[in-house]
Antibody
Framework: QVQLVESGGGVVQPGRSLRLSCIAS????????MHWVRQAPGKGLEWVAG????????YHADSVRGRFTISRDNAKSTLYLQMNSLRGEDTAVYYC?????????????WGQGTLVTVSP | QSVLTQPPSLSAAPGQMVTISCSGS????????VSWYQQIPGTAPKLLIY???KRPSGIPVRFSASKSGTSATLGITGLQTGDEADYYC???????????FGGGTKLTVL
């Protein structure tokens, strides 16, 4: 069955870096666009970044552009989110999500999420 | 404040019907498909509706949706206590090239 498993979250000081990973299984990872979506404590969903299946389309939200970078390794069926210059407002559960092609953010599979806490 | 506007909360009695609105603009809802997600607190979001009005397999027919111009609507009939959740609309903004979610609507079934 389709499975997405995030890892790499934890507690980090402001200004430091963290890299999240999302390992996919149960489907042909290289055929699907993938996204990172986050949810701050008690808040709604916020799209963070997306990447097309071939890696040529890469998009980031204004709130993270220049600090976060999405990438993927199709040979390893793994999606990454490199997070630099972390701020308190980046504290959130980070989900990776799969989007069938031509989906317009139609995310049909989600991981369980990994918590990132940015605190002194 | 989200670019896609949803009512923050709604409540209705079991068995009744409720509609949740999602208002956007010509660059997002006006140009792209809309999806709807259900999120039970403490769990990952679940796709409820895709391509404006289609249900993934396993989603009951009680859930329906539509889109008109720059707005979309999710409808739930025959409300059950298990429908208590947060509901989000989502789409792609083709001008800004970013993904968008509505602010979410907390549905209470009392």
């Amino acid at each position: 069955q389709v499975q997405l498993v995030e890892s790499g979250g934890g507690v980090v000081q402001p200004g430091r870096s963290l890299r999240l990973s999302c390992i996919a299984s149960g489907f042909t990872f290289s055929s699907y666009p993938m996204h990172w979506v986050r949810q701050a404590p008690g808040k709604g969903l916020e799209w963070v970044a997306g990447m097309w299946s071939d890696g040529r389309g890469i998009y980031h939200a204004d709130s993270v552009r220049g600090r976060f970078t999405i990438s993927r390794d199709n040979a390893k069926s793994t999606l990454y989110l490199q997070m630099n210059s972390l701020r308190g407002e980046d504290t959130a559960v980070y989900y990776c999500a799969r989007e069938p092609p031509n989906g317009d953010l139609k995310c049909d599979a989600w991981g369980q999420g990994t918590l990132v806490t940015v605190s002194p | 404040q989200s670019v896609l506007t949803q009512p923050p909360s709604l409540s209705a009695a079991p068995g009744q019907m409720v509609t949740i609105s999602c208002s956007g603009s010509s660059s997002n809802i006006g140009k792209s498909y809309v999806s709807w997600y259900q999120q039970i607190p403490g769990t990952a979001p679940k796709l409820l509706i895709y391509e404006n009005n289609k249900r993934p397999s396993g989603i009951p027919v009680r859930f329906s949706a539509s889109k008109s111009g720059t707005s979309a609507t999710l409808g739930i009939t025959g409300l059950q206590t298990g429908d208590e959740a947060d509901y989000y609309c989502g789409t792609w903004d083709s001008v800004l090239s970013v993904g968008l979610f509505g602010g979410g609507t907390k549905l209470t079934v009392l």
